[in-house]
């Protein structure tokens, strides 16, 4: 094997593999739900007629150059120059318009088909409200609420099951975009914008937001779980039963607006408008605690708080002299900020 097929097989494993990897992720080109089904149908046709104008061109062009390149045999004349043809005219006019004007049909269809789709009564309503840097999902239906994880039921030819989701900002652009089950929608504050999916497909499907909104823009990820109908009805019951947790909340919020902690920190909505330290609004939305100290786990939260002198000495939040009743209060309402 010569070093040249030595390179190209090795490019094409890379490719392979990369097609491999993001088959399951993000990826336009695997639709898994209607309205993304309806875009990649289009895209492909689109594709094909600028393939297809791209062959033509390259290839008049191609033939061109070979067959009037200059020849040492040549006498040096240019070859016969056309002028005037109103055939060859009107061709370069028509065709063109016959081409966007299949395109401009064909768009149209789509995007009429996906925006002027009606929400069946039995649809799944979900409010989705963008925050630097998370996502609320809100079911009004089922009088629930969750954040950056959105369950969604199935959808089969024998049980059809849509979602309609209201799209919200809480601050800034946002965009929702998960690429396998529809186009993206953005989040814009003070207006609501709609969007559908029909998922045919049960798994994990990966997105992102799409609008550069911050700092942390990068890292405002989503993920849509498919369920089964049952597995969906079984997670929206589970949903409900927070309530058991929902009193150890509610005492760690009233305790650690008690404490000193709101010297330094801010929940926002709360007492606590401290800038000293950390902001902890939306604190379970990071990865990390104590600038990147230890992973943010409820655990290693509590472990933070008990002393915060172990993960990271020398930092200035000090030991609050907690009790365990009151560390897992605290830390309660804390994993409850997201
Ligand atoms: Cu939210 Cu980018």
């Keep these: ?47 094909a007629i600028c393939a297809a ?3 033509v061109v390259g290839g008049l062009l191609t033939y061109t150059l070979i067959r009037f390149r200059r020849r040492a045999s040549g006498d040096g004349h240019e070859p016969a120059q056309v002028y005037g043809s109103s055939q060859i005219e009107i061709a370069w006019t028509v065709i063109p318009i016959l081409i966007v004007l299949v395109l401009t049909m064909a768009t149209a269809r789509v995007i009429s088909a996906v925006q002027n789709r009606v929400a069946p009564a039995d649809a799944v309503q ?102 089964s109908p049952e597995q969906f009805d079984q997670w929206v019951a589970q949903q409900k039963t927070a309530g058991a947790t929902e009193a150890a909340v509610q005492s760690g919020r009233a305790l650690f607006l008690s404490l000193s902690c709101i010297n330094c920190h801010t929940v926002s909505g709360t007492a606590a408008v401290g800038t000293f330290g950390p902001d902890l609004s939306h604190l379970m939305s990071r990865d990390s605690l104590g600038a990147g100290v230890i992973p943010n786990s409820p655990s290693n939260l509590r472990s933070w708080i008990q002393d915060p002198q172990v993960s990271k000495p020398g930092n200035l939040m000090p030991n609050m002299q907690l009790n365990d009743k009151e560390l897992d209060q605290v830390v309660a309402y804390l994993a409850s900020l997201r």
């Design 126 to 227: 979900v409010t989705v409200v963008g925050h630097q840097w998370w996502w609320e999902f809100r079911y009004p239906g089922f009088g629930i609420v969750t954040a950056n994880e959105l369950h969604v039921p199935l959808s089969t030819a024998a049980q059809p099951k849509l979602t309609f989701l209201k799209l919200q900002s809480a601050d800034v652009a946002h965009s929702f975009w998960v690429p396998r089950l529809a186009g993206k929608t953005d989040l814009i504050p003070g207006r609501t914008n709609e969007m559908w999916m029909e998922p045919k497909q049960q798994g994990t499907f990966l997105g992102n937001c799409a609008e550069y909104c911050g700092t942390q823009h990068a890292n405002m990820l989503l993920r849509v779980i498919v369920q």
């Design 53 to 55: 104008i791209f062959l």
């Design 1 to 47: 094997m010569t070093r040249p097929s030595v390179r190209l097989v090795l490019v094409f494993a890379a490719v392979r593999m990369a097609a491999q990897t993001t088959r399951s992720v993000e990826n336009v080109f695997q639709p898994a739900s209607t309205p993304a089904h309806q875009i990649f149908d289009l895209s492909i046709l689109v594709l």
